[in-house]
């Protein structure tokens, strides 16, 4: 398993509910776990999520219901991969960190007026990596023949040491309980 952050592990994002993505390879499990801790490491959320057997890129939506991060805090999150139907402590699993800022309004302005490959840009020169990186999945999952789109996927992840999964199928995944 992979997470698809930054080597810092550390990451930020605009959105209340983010996506995030990890990287499961092929195995024998369908589940995991998604789980979301504050600072004072009091899990505040968790859910079960569908993998692919087959492996892949999984974008883990949080849903409504999940509380909305708040600005200028940070969290960690966890994705641990079921064994044998269950967790254990010997479970696969990748973490992260994520904190939610406040936009500027030059950066608001300019997602307004912007759209696809063009936001993905702006996020990213903002250092906005859970939405860059989100977005830029949603366009590459929509339009894999679209060779720009895949370049500056691969570009991406080539920049955080990913580049070999840049080829992997990327899956949405909710929710599963």
Request: a negative charge; proline letters at 6%.
């Amino acid at each position: 398993m992979l997470a698809v952050v930054p080597s810092s592990f550390y990451g930020t994002t605009l959105e209340a509910r983010p996506t995030i993505l990890v990287y499961v390879p092929a195995s024998d499990t369908d589940t995991a776990v998604f789980s979301l801790k504050n600072e004072a490491k009091h899990t505040i959320y968790q859910m079960t999520l569908a993998v692919p057997k087959r492996g892949g890129v999984v974008a883990v939506e949080m849903p409504d219901e999940a509380p909305e991060l708040v600005v200028s805090e940070n969290y960690q999150w966890y994705v641990a991969l079921h064994v044998e139907g269950e967790l254990t402590p010997g479970s696969p699993f990748v973490d992260g960190w994520i904190k939610r800022i406040e936009p500027s309004a030059e950066l608001m302005l300019a997602l307004a007026h912007g759209e696809g490959l063009s936001n993905v840009k702006t996020l990213a020169q903002n250092g906005v990596w859970y939405d860059t990186v989100a977005q830029l999945a949603r366009l590459q999952g929509g339009a894999q023949d679209n060779q720009a789109i895949a370049n500056h996927w691969y570009e991406l992840l080539e920049s955080v040491g990913l580049a070999d999964i840049a080829t992997e199928p990327i899956v949405i995944s909710l929710d599963q309980r």
